[in-house]
């Protein structure tokens, strides 16, 4: 006979204390408070700290808030199954993020919320929860409520929630005082915070969110730098067998530091910056997890500094990432890592070509062109070949001032190709209409002729017929120069 099981509860001040040691930072602990902010349907998210009398951390958002049974539920551990389905916008994962992420902080964790009139109040503290021996969670009365801390921002709105840290004992740790302690640490929550949310601070395929600490609006850091870099494919879609959700991928590469401000070199870290930002970005419903690791696929080394890769997955595929309780690590299934491994491959390559190309010219045929390519470092540009004949031989009738004139026209004209629209038509089903070849035909014979009187008068037309087989757009209309050199030998 089968004997009763044991209802084996958890020992709550050594399980609490316990967990306090997962290994969340500042930055990641904050972060994950955001998460339920950004779940909650927030748009604006205040952090407020003080590291005076009664020191503090307090996190308010304008989100959906919470009833006395919602906010009791959130204060359990283990609040949400990480198999269940969750909503499509929801970041979190375990049940756990608020209590473990709030508690490695502090010893005093307050969560107060609102909807319309109503407000309600719990607390886990851990030395009542040592004293009680229990699970005890506190239910605040309106008094208690009306004595926390920036509680008037909260009260000020119609809904949201407030996170309250008090007793930052190891915001302490290791520094002399709390308040230098404190400073440092929020500078680098703000930094964090900055990348890992850049894509909800600058609206990128979702709703556009503020955030501020201590009144300072953060601001989006892309680490893909999405205004000069190169994007290199577009985006391809892994399917996942049996799934119907599939993995975005979207390679970028970094312009080289050659081509970057001051401001903005300093801004990426500079060059060691560059070296370690290198590698995958793996977003969770555009929420970056981890980033700056190639996932052993390829070496991270000098040449591959400017590659990076955007990976974007669902949170219903969140059991085939080997995601963490801290939302800080993502491995990838062995599917989708396939495909990464081939798709590094030519990143890396793209990114050593940007880092170590001399200028060159990259049509080396034999044929004057009107038009040259040239590869930088940076990139390609297409540049008008300043000695060309026609050009040589147009110069030759002006003046310095005119000549100076003209080059700064040519180069003008050069520097204003319309590049997007071209490569916009290029890719449509529209047809791109030239000038009628007789137009075109005139115009070379025109030019022709310049040529061919001045050579004539040189004594090395021979030599200038020959060219002509060779020269844009001449080549094309050998037949019409002829005719041309025959007039010029008969009238001069």
């Avoid at 229990?134 to 926390?148: F, N, P, T, V, Y």
């Avoid at 955030?211 to 989006?220: E, K, P, T, V």
Wanted: hydrophobic fraction near 35%; glycine fraction near 6%.
């Amino acid at each position: 006979m089968k004997l009763e099981d044991i209802n084996c509860q958890p020992y709550a001040p050594v399980l609490m204390e316990s967990t306090r040691a997962i290994g969340y930072s500042i930055e990641s602990a904050v972060a994950d408070i955001l998460d339920n902010s950004v779940a909650a349907k927030a748009r604006n998210i205040s952090i407020s700290y003080n590291c005076h009398t009664n020191p503090y951390v307090a996190i308010i958002d304008d989100g959906e808030g919470m009833d006395g049974d919602k906010i009791t539920e959130s204060m359990r551990y283990g609040s949400a199954s990480p198999t269940e389905e969750r909503d499509p916008d929801d970041l979190g994962r375990y049940g756990l993020g608020l209590k473990t992420a709030s508690l490695s902080q502090c010893r005093s964790l307050t969560v107060i919320s609102k909807q319309g009139e109503k407000i309600e109040g719990r607390r886990w503290d851990l030395d009542h929860i040592k004293f009680t021996q229990k699970w005890s969670l506190e239910q605040l009365d309106e008094k208690e409520i009306s004595e926390q801390m920036e509680i008037d921002k909260l009260l000020g709105q119609e809904s949201g929630t407030m996170v309250l840290w008090t007793r930052l004992d190891k915001i302490k740790t290791g520094s002399l005082t709390l308040e230098k302690s404190i400073e440092e640490k929020m500078e680098s929550v703000q930094r964090h915070l900055e990348l890992v949310f850049h894509r909800y601070l600058s609206g990128d395929g979702v709703s556009k969110i503020q955030i501020s600490i201590n009144g300072n609006r953060l601001i989006a850091f892309d680490p893909f730098f999405v205004t000069k870099s190169t994007v290199v494919m577009d985006d391809e879609k892994i399917e996942i067998p049996g799934r119907k959700e599939k993995v975005i991928i979207r390679p970028f590469v970094l312009p080289h530091p050659s081509n970057m401000s001051k401001e903005e070199l300093e801004k990426y870290g500079g060059k060691e910056g560059l070296r370690n930002l290198q590698g995958f970005y793996i977003y969770r419903n555009k929420r970056l997890l981890t980033w700056g690791t190639w996932f052993k696929l390829i070496r991270m080394d000098e040449f591959s500094k400017l590659a990076r890769v955007r990976v974007d997955i669902p949170n219903s595929l969140d059991d085939l990432w080997t995601l963490d309780v801290k939302k800080s690590t993502a491995y990838p299934p062995e599917i989708v890592k396939t495909r990464l491994k081939q798709i590094v491959g030519t990143m890396s390559n793209g990114s050593k070509r940007t880092w170590t190309f001399r200028q060159r010219k990259e049509m080396e045929d034999n044929i004057i062109h009107v038009w040259d390519k040239v590869e930088t470092r940076e990139g390609i540009k297409y540049v008008v070949n300043m000695e060309h004949p026609a050009l040589t031989a147009l110069r030759g009738k002006l003046d310095d001032d005119s000549q100076r004139l003209l080059e700064q026209y040519l180069k003008t004209v050069q520097n204003n190709l319309p590049f997007n629209n071209l490569h916009h038509d290029l890719q449509s089903d529209v047809k791109i209409l030239q000038d009628k070849e007789s137009d075109e035909s005139k115009r070379v014979k025109m030019m022709a002729k310049q040529i061919i009187r001045q050579a004539v008068a040189d004594d090395h037309i021979e030599m200038t017929m020959k060219n002509f087989e060779k020269i844009e757009p001449f080549m094309y209309y050998m037949g019409e120069i002829q005719k041309v050199y025959a007039e010029v030998k008969i009238n001069g």
